[in-house]
C-alpha cells in the first residue's frame, strides 16, 4: 500500500481518513495542518506538522502521495498551489469511497474525493481538486469543473456544467441541462431550475441570483446562525 498524507485535520479530513482506510489502497501516515501544533491526535493519527515541513515528511515516511481535505473550494486551490511550490511533483490521490457507486465511462480528476454513498452516473466527467460529499449524485454526462463541490445530499440532474470554484451546498436540487457558473455558490436546499452566471450567490426555491461575490469569499466558516440569517433576509427582504 502506498503511504500517504492528509492535508487538513479536520471533520472533512476526517471521513477522508475513513475512506483511506478502507481502500486497500493507501496507508494513511498521518495529517499535515497550519492551526493544528505538531503531535496532536485526530482519530488515532498525528499531526506531523505543516504544508512547510513536507519536503522532510515526504523522505522521512516513503510519502508517495496525499490529498487535501479542505471543504472551502478557493482555500483548497490555494493549498493545492502552495504544496506544488513547496514539493514539485507531489501525487495528489484521486480517492473512492467504497460504498459509492461510479458509472460507466465517468472520469475522476486528480485530487478529487469521492465520499460515502455518492453515485456518478455514466459519462460524468469530473475535474481535479473535486469534493463529491455524502450520499450526493451527479446525474449522467455531468460536469465538474476543477475544485468545485458538491455538499451532502445534493442531487443534479443529466448534463449539469459546474463551473470552477463552484458550489452546491447542502441538498440542493438541480435539474437537467443547468450551467453554473465558475465560484458561483447556491445556498442549502435550494431547487435550480435556470442557468446561473460566475460569479453569484443564489438561493431559494426556485433559486434567484441574490448577490455579487468574490472568487475568495468564505462560504463555509463564520457563525453559521449569523451566516443563515443574512442569507434569508437578502432572499426575502429585511
Not at 493507501?26 to 491526535?41: A, H, I, M, Q
Not at 512547510?52 to 496525499?66: K, Q
Not at 469543473?145 to 448534463?159: H, I, K, Q
Not at 458550489?167 to 457558473?181: D, F, P, T, W, Y
Amino acid at each position: 500500500m502506498k503511504n500517504v498524507l492528509i492535508f487538513g485535520a479536520s471533520g472533512h479530513g476526517s471521513v477522508i481518513l475513513d475512506a483511506l482506510e478502507r481502500s486497500g489502497i493507501y496507508r494513511p501516515v498521518g495529517f499535515v495542518d497550519s492551526f493544528k501544533k505538531k503531535g496532536t491526535k485526530k482519530n488515532g493519527y498525528e499531526v506531523l506538522g505543516s504544508e512547510n515541513d513536507l519536503p522532510l515528511l515526504i523522505d522521512a515516511h516513503g510519502i508517495a502521495g496525499g490529498v487535501v481535505a479542505i471543504g472551502d473550494n478557493w482555500v483548497r486551490r490555494q493549498m493545492v498551489r502552495r504544496i506544488q511550490r513547496i514539493a514539485p511533483g507531489f501525487e495528489f490521490i484521486t480517492l473512492v469511497h467504497p460504498t459509492a457507486t461510479v458509472g460507466k465511462d465517468v472520469r475522476l480528476g486528480r485530487g478529487t474525493v469521492v465520499m460515502p454513498g455518492v453515485i456518478i452516473n455514466t459519462n460524468a466527467v469530473v475535474g481535479d481538486h473535486c469534493i463529491l460529499n455524502t450520499r450526493s449524485s451527479l446525474g449522467h454526462d455531468g460536469l465538474m469543473e476543477d475544485f468545485s463541490s458538491l455538499a451532502p445530499a445534493v442531487c443534479t440532474g443529466g448534463n449539469l456544467h459546474l463551473g470552477h470554484g463552484a458550489a452546491l451546498s447542502l441538498g440542493c436540487n438541480v435539474i437537467e441541462n443547468i450551467r453554473i457558473g465558475a465560484h458561483s455558490v447556491v445556498g442549502a436546499g435550494s431547487l435550480v431550475v435556470d442557468d446561473i452566471p460566475d460569479l453569484v450567490v443564489a438561493f431559494g426555491s426556485p433559486a434567484r441570483i441574490i448577490r455579487s461575490r468574490e472568487p475568495s469569499e468564505p462560504y463555509l466558516s463564520g457563525n453559521r446562525i449569523e451566516n443563515s440569517v443574512q442569507l434569508r433576509l437578502d432572499y426575502f427582504g429585511s
